[in-house]
């Protein structure tokens, strides 16, 4: 307990160092502290006074963009553009987004020589005039650093659109739209701190602007709206879905659970229905959803031929067996994780009549072995670096971009007939399974897909070899610990789901096979590892702080032990309750887009939407 309670010594250096090399850069430039770092450096006397820096001097250069997205098939979804607002700036690659376009010249924002005479200066409202290469409405910065490394623009890293360097991306900040014009010049301001770089435009510009956003949409919304493969195929199945009721029936009243802006509550209302309910926990796409269906046209109300949208759970509708289509529209890159299987059963059970039809009628989550790998020069061999890609929960992949070898073909774990009111669903399942080896190496990463049976002769597949690409993206659980095997070998494993989270575990030699759904018997490389547990929200908060000395140290300690306390009693209950942490997410937003109004920061509200809605 002695031992515990001794802080934790910082590394000494025996004499001051010579070369400070610098890694922690955002695509912001700022962002990981790049500054203060250097800055901590020089005052500690860790470098010496004719030290070198690497990078020697930092820029940032900035463009004028229209970031937009125009039509949603034949929607008009305008509405979309004007709250696309986050509380801070992202990252994208500017050259590979066809709804992003840069609107003007670039120029420089900030720069700085990183030495000992560094100062940690804020800066506000500096404004720079750049000249528009085109007409448009711009409603956003796209920004990005250049790195001269020895300060003499002999060996110089930019990260601006297009970059010679493939993994280099560009950060993008939202700002209100403004019409532009070819050849007319157009001012806007920057500033920064020591950690962040932002825009704004003048006062002058703001009057002839739309209002800013009250309300600010999800990234992957966003790109969901692009996705017209999946758009395409659900409006093809909902449309066959509604003439096969109206044809036995005269009404056709359709439920969609997780109808976001409404993009398929129209299409439901097109192929004939006569009442439309949509369910959203976003309140914020709820409201743009709104206001798209009045731009295009349709009524809103709970009358006949018109459509609702409500910001609620589904299981918070009052329980009538009224409805006689379900769309179900909540999959995540595994297919489970939002909990499609558990809704689709309670609507059946509560709210569905007892020959309704459901889209999709189906989920087949699939799986296959890869060997994931970190790209490095040939002189230098990062292996290490796989082994520190372990993480329990599955997360988002992309297999279509990202270097890897397969393993294994895939193979269907399981099937969902979402059709069904077949409640021993939601016990789970495990069953065990043979990977024949199609490559000789490490297994070290298990990547999953699905596919949704839309209706007879529809299907949507997010594997990396399907012919369509959609807005979804693989999932991936990397291992803690790799397993080698040769070609031709047979990898044992044992399939296991919760009906929200999906896990594949290897077995050992001497694992004996599974004699039915335990869920508690699974094991990876040769260790004990449980299986998904209930359905969690990754988003958490956690505070920390070192044990610090002295009596008012102590008392210092004290309150960051609390405040630990009260964090992860926070975390918990945002963590188990998806709903009450939709909430949470979206009062932030809300506060963050309006920071001006109720007095506050609106960095200090923007960080901490940031990390609610991660």
Request: net charge negative; glycine share 6%.
């Amino acid at each position: 307990q002695q031992q515990q309670q001794q802080p934790s010594q910082p590394p000494s250096l025996s004499r001051p160092a010579r070369a400070l090399v610098l890694t922690n850069i955002d695509w912001g430039l700022l962002g990981l502290r790049l500054l203060p770092a250097v800055r901590h450096a020089y005052h500690q006397g860790l470098l010496s006074p004719d030290a070198i820096v690497f990078p020697a001097m930092v820029k940032v250069h900035a463009a004028l963009a229209e970031y937009r997205i125009g039509t949603v098939g034949s929607t008009n979804a305008e509405p979309l553009n004007r709250y696309r607002w986050a509380p801070s700036y992202f990252s994208l690659r500017a050259a590979e987004e066809s709804d992003c376009r840069l609107l003007s010249n670039s120029v420089c924002v900030f720069e700085a020589r990183l030495g000992p005479q560094l100062q940690l200066e804020s800066q506000r409202n500096v404004q720079h005039a750049v000249l528009p290469l085109a007409d448009g409405i711009a409603n956003a910065i796209v920004f990005w650093f250049e790195l001269d490394l020895l300060g003499n623009g002999e060996h110089v890293v930019c990260s601006g659109p297009p970059s010679r360097y493939p993994g280099c991306h560009q950060a993008v900040q939202y700002l209100e739209e403004v019409k532009v014009l070819a050849g007319q010049s157009v001012t806007f301001l920057s500033s920064h701190n020591a950690t962040r770089v932002w825009f704004t435009w003048p006062s002058r510009l703001l009057s002839s602007a739309r209002p800013g956003p009250a309300r600010a949409l999800p990234q992957w919304h966003l790109a969901l709206a692009r996705d017209t493969v999946r758009t395409a195929a659900y409006t093809s199945a909902i449309a066959a879905a509604v003439a096969c009721i109206r044809s036995q029936q005269p009404t056709c009243r359709v439920l969609l659970v997780g109808c976001g802006s409404g993009m398929l509550a129209m299409a439901a209302s097109r192929a004939g229905a006569t009442h439309v309910l949509g369910c959203e926990r976003n309140a914020h796409l709820v409201e743009t959803g709104l206001e798209i269906l009045t731009l295009n046209g349709f009524k809103v109300g709970r009358g006949e031929g018109e459509i609702t949208l409500e910001a609620t759970d589904v299981r918070m509708l009052e329980r009538e067996a009224t409805w006689d289509l379900l769309v179900m529209e909540l999959f995540d890159n595994a297919g489970l994780g939002e909990g499609a299987v558990p809704l689709t059963l309670y609507a059946r059970e509560h709210l569905l009549t007892p020959h309704a039809l459901v889209v999709p009628s189906s989920l087949t989550v699939s799986g296959y072995l890869a060997n994931v790998t970190t790209p490095a020069p040939d002189t230098i061999d990062l292996s290490a670096w796989d082994v520190l890609r372990c993480n329990p929960d599955y997360t988002g992949f992309d297999a279509r971009s990202t270097p890897h070898t397969r393993m294994s073909a895939a193979q269907p774990l399981f099937t969902f007939d979402l059709s069904s009111s077949n409640t021993a669903l939601l016990k789970g399942d495990t069953k065990d399974m043979a990977f024949p080896a199609i490559a000789e190496g490490n297994i070290n990463t298990i990547v999953f897909h699905f596919s949704l049976q839309l209706d007879a002769t529809t299907t949507l597949d997010t594997s990396p070899l399907a012919a369509d690409r959609t807005h979804w993206l693989q999932a991936a659980r990397h291992l803690q610990a790799p397993l080698y095997v040769e070609r031709g070998t047979y990898v044992r494993a044992r399939a296991v789901h919760t009906c929200v989270d999906i896990d594949l575990v290897l077995l050992r030699e001497d694992e004996p096979a599974s004699s039915g759904p335990d869920l508690a018997s699974g094991s990876s490389e040769s260790q004990a590892r449980q299986p998904p547990g209930p359905p969690q929200d990754p988003s958490t908060i956690t505070i920390s702080a070192p044990a610090p000395r002295g009596r008012i140290a102590m008392l210092q300690h004290a309150a960051a032990a609390r405040a630990d306390e009260l964090s992860s009693r926070m975390s918990q209950a945002l963590a188990t309750s998806p709903h009450e942490h939709h909430r949470a997410a979206d009062t932030m937003l809300t506060l963050a887009a309006q920071a001006g109004l109720f007095g506050l920061d609106p960095a200090d509200a923007s960080a901490l939407a940031a990390m609610l809605c991660a």
